[in-house]
């Protein structure tokens, strides 16, 4: 079973900068949608961004001018890395953050990371 691996999470001063990686555990075929969702302490799980194979990104609309999510490049070797690029970062981004990918006729993801943590204290 094909798993999804972050990396980049940490404690980070309010207006610094943080990148995540996420990459499969094995070479799998093209993942159609991929992003992250991001769980703080006692709050529901919330999606923060959304990249397709086709490079179409969303964003949640409170972290659009902050967050930039990317993927590598269709069809080479790392076609399933995705990167989220957090500027500006403030006490409400502290959260766990979960990488997922999900195939184009599934209602749920159908990958998981296994969630980083991003701190930034106030």
């Known amino acids: 079973q094909v798993q999804l691996v972050e990396s980049g999470g940490g404690l980070v001063h309010p207006g610094g900068s943080l990148t995540l990686t996420c990459s499969p555990s094995?070479?799998?075929?093209?993942?159609?949608?991929m992003g992250w969702y991001r769980q703080a302490p006692g709050q529901q799980r919330e999606l923060v961004a959304t990249?397709?194979?086709?490079?179409?990104?969303?964003?949640?609309?409170s972290i659009m001018s902050r967050f930039t999510i990317s993927r590598g490049p269709a069809g080479g070797p790392a076609k399933n890395t995705i990167w989220l690029q957090m500027k500006n970062l403030k006490p409400e981004d502290t959260a766990v953050y979960y990488c997922?990918?999900?195939?184009?006729?599934?209602?749920?993801?159908?990958?998981w990371g296994q969630g980083t943590q991003v701190t930034v204290p106030s």
């Open positions: 997922f990918g999900r195939m184009l006729n599934s209602a749920t993801p159908d990958y």
């Open positions: 094995e070479s799998t075929s093209t993942i159609d949608n």
């Open positions: 990249v397709d194979d086709g490079g179409t990104r969303r964003y949640r609309d």
